[in-house]
């Protein structure tokens, strides 16, 4: 089934939930087991990428050894990395609007539309928008980050990514960022959107995950959770905060 109908389906039920996996963080089988586990205690969506220097080769062991054990879609996430994977059910296929880089906005992405096309990819066209603090994201995409009091500034970029016509917006404060990005933020750009709105970066509570789903978020990303001990229960409350 196409990826984005699957996704529709979700949101008309209500949030939903993306584990992100980084190939660099675990061995390939590691990452097996975490989608598994994502998968039973309700995930809806993995994506697979997120980091720097990851070898091609650990990304298609780990998206294979993902895709292995997950029935749900699996995504291909591609931030800061050289390496690809086109066999997955889509690609997320992002523009990182507030870029000093034009590279990052639609530079690498022209080098590999022409292979999407012809290898009939799905792709899910995002507008990517860096709030503080950014983390090795903000870096890496040489992103002038969105100041987390600067609503408009927020706007504007999630207001472009409609107009441009991209089919989601994508909040992001950073892979381990201390903090989501402000619920303040995230609603006043969920007042003025119509496409939906992801959000990412800093959730690792049920608290966090509540606030960001209440103040409007759509899709919720979480990633470094799945790193820590007790993962299985801190995603299940996650998940419990989400679908509740
Ligand atoms: C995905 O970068 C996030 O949008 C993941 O961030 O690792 O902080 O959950 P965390």
């Known amino acids: 089934m196409e990826v984005k109908k699957y996704i529709a389906g979700k949101l008309n039920k209500g949030a939903v939930h993306v584990t992100l996996i980084d190939p660099a963080r675990q ?9 598994e586990t994502a998968q039973e205690v309700g995930s809806d969506l993995i994506f697979v990428g997120g980091s720097s220097g990851i ?12 895709k292995e054990r997950a029935s749900i879609p699996v995504l291909f996430f591609p931030t ?4 690809i994977c086109l066999n997955l059910d889509a690609f997320l296929f992002l523009s990182l609007l507030n870029s000093r880089n034009s590279q990052f906005v639609s530079g690498t992405q022209s080098r590999v539309s022409s292979l999407l096309k012809r290898l009939d990819v799905e792709v899910l066209p995002i507008g990517y928008i860096l709030v503080e ?13 969105v100041a987390r009091d600067n609503f408009w500034q927020a706007i504007g970029y999630a207001l472009t990514a409609q107009f441009m016509g991209m ?7 950073g892979n381990g960022a201390a ?3 402000p619920a303040g933020m995230i609603r006043a750009v969920k007042r003025e959107v ?5 959000v990412g970066g800093g959730i690792r509570t049920a608290i966090d995950a509540r606030r960001v789903r209440q103040a409007g978020a ?3 990303v979480t990633g470094t959770v799945i790193e820590t001990a007790g993962y299985r229960e801190r995603l299940r409350s996650i998940l419990s905060a989400l679908k509740d």
């Open 167 to 173: 089919s989601y917006v994508y909040l992001e404060a």
């Open 179 to 181: 903090q989501p990005v």
């Open 55 to 66: 070898t091609q080769r650990t990304l298609s062991e780990t998206a294979e050894a993902v």
């Open 133 to 145: 603090p950014g983390m090795k994201l903000g870096e890496i995409g040489e992103a002038d980050l």
């Open 194 to 198: 119509d496409i939906p709105l992801i």
């Open 27 to 35: 061995a390939p089988e590691a990452a097996g087991r975490l989608a």
């Open 218 to 220: 759509d899709i919720v």
């Open 80 to 83: 800061g990395t050289d390496s």
